[in-house]
């Protein structure tokens, strides 16, 4: 029998271990936010967030009452710092919007202990990014003159240009993922409402879970929202990162104006957004002790995945400087020269290569890919390379456009720096004020994977099947 | 265990949804009213001058062509705030003793110009000329109204953006023969259609795309 069991182990890995039940699976992950003392790691974690948010919002103040001059962005790199971390951080958020929406629909039954906080980085990231386009401005304070209303300028803004249709793909991810998020949420928001003993937390929670008693018309309600949400979150998983890469490519700039731009980005996404969820995931099940859900399993997956995408962004690398030599264009091959060994940004792009292209070849033995610890590392490397990335792509292609008299060299200040760890604090303290009020696993779907779930006990067939096909096998 | 919500809450909530969107709804329209009100554009409000000088007396009642104060208009950006010699022209004639013309008399004594006060005040960022208007056939009154009726000047048009491209994209609906650019009194309606596109085609006024370029108007 221990035969059979290992056989289906290797063929259906369990992905809740443990011996759980409804109700103790419940309880571990509830209790993190109700009952466990706060521990002094947290208070560390936030505080070290918290802080760096306090260096954004100096920052912002110092940029909103002298202007964008105090960044390193001019002429000719006029598309410096503020876009290479929007796109960094839109990027990271496409695992989430991956793991919630195309996952689901393909019924991958591994996305469902993840989901929650994948989600709530989606979130977070688009925050983070949001960020970068409203201060680029320069007078945050008009930023709405970039949506369509019968302003008093009797005009409408540029449809044909790329930037407006960013305006348009990243409100609705942020709206989408909002939504998709939080009506993921309410189910349990009334689990913690109905074992909150505190009653503030009972009013916050009961309020958020608005007035969900689990009747079977609010799961049936419930079912097609979600499912409809998925399915309109699918096509922004593409769209999103696809329009962020016409900003790019749209214009006539060598090292821009390429039509690789949209899937090379997207996968781009995808790979840097299961790098930054490696990166969250793997502290929390150790800290949260919360192995029993997020298992070794899941860690493998998204190795695979980032191993999958990152071998697509290193096909894009591989087109972009095929693209530079064969159109045989004066300024093309230039740009491909410049960014690649005759410019004086070479080791930015051989840094790239090696974080993003190099790093991720280790995935494809066992070894690594089952070890928690170099997940995390190669992870780090890969969130780097994603930077990296960007950075190539923005810099050494505006740095060094057609006239050689417009040349100069970009160099970020101080108050690029300090915005953009700002915003890592924006991040970190908004993971970890997610993490302690909020659940991190989405405990309703967790409980659909556990052996009480199946009422039907379809064990017995199964061993049947393993054992017949053993047999078959012997003789 | 006591129930957290007031049995009401669910209706609440629900109705909550309906109001949201009223009240949506209406701040964009109160918006939408509030940024064209003439609190925000300074329209129809009379502006005090330092001279109690009335156009409605001059222009209207005494038939003083714009063109003997504005002497610019035809040939510069500007169409220019006369010098107090323009007055004097007169005024050391017919009412030289008036005390309303004090501050007049006083800028020619002591050769300091009158501080007008502006009326129609364009941003800095919207370039404006005044003479290809008028060499394309926008009448004064066009823009700033009968100003043969005004005792004291005041906007009448928003100056807002919309409506300076109301006409730039469609000239021809504004226009009017060279001969009635100072007539204060012209009537849109007296022109025909054909009449007006053939206006257009006479004066060469560029199409639309031009016209409505970002750097038309900003420089």
Redesign the interface.
């Given at each position: 029998m221990e035969d059979v069991k290992e056989i289906q182990r290797r063929l259906h890995p369990p992905m809740v271990e443990g011996d759980h039940t409804f109700a103790t699976a419940t309880d571990r992950i509830s209790d993190i936010t109700l009952k466990r003392k706060t521990p002094f790691g947290w208070f560390i974690g936030f505080g070290i967030g918290f802080i760096l948010l306090q260096i954004m919002m100096i920052t912002v103040t110092y940029l909103v009452f002298t202007g964008i001059g105090i960044w390193g962005t001019n002429q000719p790199v006029g598309w410096a710092f503020p876009i290479i971390n929007f796109v960094w951080w839109i990027g990271i958020g496409h695992a989430g919007t991956l793991i919630s929406a195309i996952l689901l629909l393909l019924n991958q039954k591994w996305r469902t202990s993840i989901n929650r906080f994948a989600e709530a980085m989606t979130l977070f990231a688009v925050a983070c990014a949001g960020v970068y386009p409203l201060l680029h401005t320069g007078r945050p304070w008009l930023a709405y003159w970039m949506f369509p209303y019968?302003?008093?300028?009797?005009?409408w803004p540029q449809f044909r240009s790329p930037l407006i249709w960013d305006v348009f793909a990243v409100s609705t991810y942020a709206t989408v993922s909002l939504l998709f998020w939080y009506v993921g949420l309410i189910p349990d928001l009334a689990t913690l409402?109905d074992r909150a003993k505190n009653k503030y937390f009972?009013?916050a929670y009961?309020l958020l879970s608005?007035?969900w008693r689990g009747s079977a018309r609010h799961w049936h309600r419930y079912e097609i929202a979600y499912l409809l949400l998925a399915g309109l979150s699918t096509p922004l998983v593409l769209s999103v990162h696809s329009i962020v890469s016409l900003d790019f490519s749209v214009s006539q700039l060598p090292g821009w104006h390429a039509t690789i731009f949209p899937p090379y980005f997207v996968a781009g996404a995808i790979f840097a957004g299961f790098a930054m969820v490696l990166i969250l995931c793997i502290p929390l099940r150790v800290w949260y002790n919360l192995k029993d859900f997020i298992t070794d399993t899941h860690l493998i997956y998204m190795g695979k995945v980032m191993l999958a995408t990152g071998l697509i962004v290193c096909y894009g690398y591989v087109m972009e400087a095929f693209f530079g030599w064969y159109s045989a264009g004066e300024f093309e091959v230039f740009m491909i020269k410049n960014r690649i060994w005759n410019g004086p940004y070479w080791w930015f792009y051989w840094l790239l290569i090696l974080c993003n292209g190099v790093s991720i070849q280790f995935l494809w033995f066992k070894r690594f890919r089952e070890s928690a610890f170099w997940l995390f590392i190669i992870s780090l490397v890969v969130s780097v390379g994603m930077w990296l990335e960007r950075f190539v792509i923005i810099v050494t292609s505006l740095h060094r456009d057609f006239l050689p008299s417009s040349w100069a060299m970009y160099a970020p200040t101080i108050w690029d720096w300090s915005m953009f760890f700002g915003t890592l604090g924006l991040f970190v303290t908004l993971i970890f004020l997610f993490v302690r009020f909020l659940p991190v696993i989405s405990i309703f779907e967790v409980r659909t994977l556990l052996p009480e779930a199946n009422v039907h006990g379809h064990q017995e067939d199964f061993e049947e099947n393993v054992l017949e096909s053993q047999r078959g096998i012997k003789s | 265990m006591a129930q957290i919500f007031h049995h009401a809450a669910n209706n609440v909530a629900k109705i909550s949804i309906v109001v949201a969107i009223l009240l949506g709804g209406v701040a964009f329209f109160v918006y939408s009213q509030v940024a064209r009100s003439s609190y925000l554009t300074g329209r129809y409000a009379e502006k005090q001058q330092p001279v109690q000088f009335s156009h409605k007396h001059h222009t209207g009642d005494d038939g003083i062509d714009c063109r003997y104060c504005h002497t610019s208009v035809e040939t510069s950006y500007s169409a220019g705030i006369p010098p107090t010699e323009t007055c004097m022209n007169c005024h050391s004639q017919i009412w030289a003793d008036s005390p309303y013309l004090e501050p007049v008399r006083a800028s020619y004594r002591e050769n300091k110009p009158i501080e007008w006060e502006r009326v129609h005040d364009l941003p800095e960022y919207a370039y404006f000329n005044h003479s290809i208007h008028v060499a394309k056939g926008v009448g004064c009154s066009t823009c700033h109204g009968q100003i043969d009726t005004m005792p004291a000047v005041f906007q009448v048009e928003t100056l807002q953006m919309e409506w300076c491209l109301s006409c730039h994209r469609e000239p021809e609906k504004y226009i009017r023969p060279k001969s009635e650019i100072y007539n204060m009194q012209w009537d849109g309606n007296d022109l025909s259609a054909d009449e007006r596109n053939q206006l257009k085609a006479d004066y060469k006024i560029r199409q639309k795309e031009v016209l409505t370029s970002c750097s038309t108007c900003h420089r």
């Open positions: 019968p302003n008093t300028m009797g005009m409402r009972r009013i009961g608005m007035g | -």
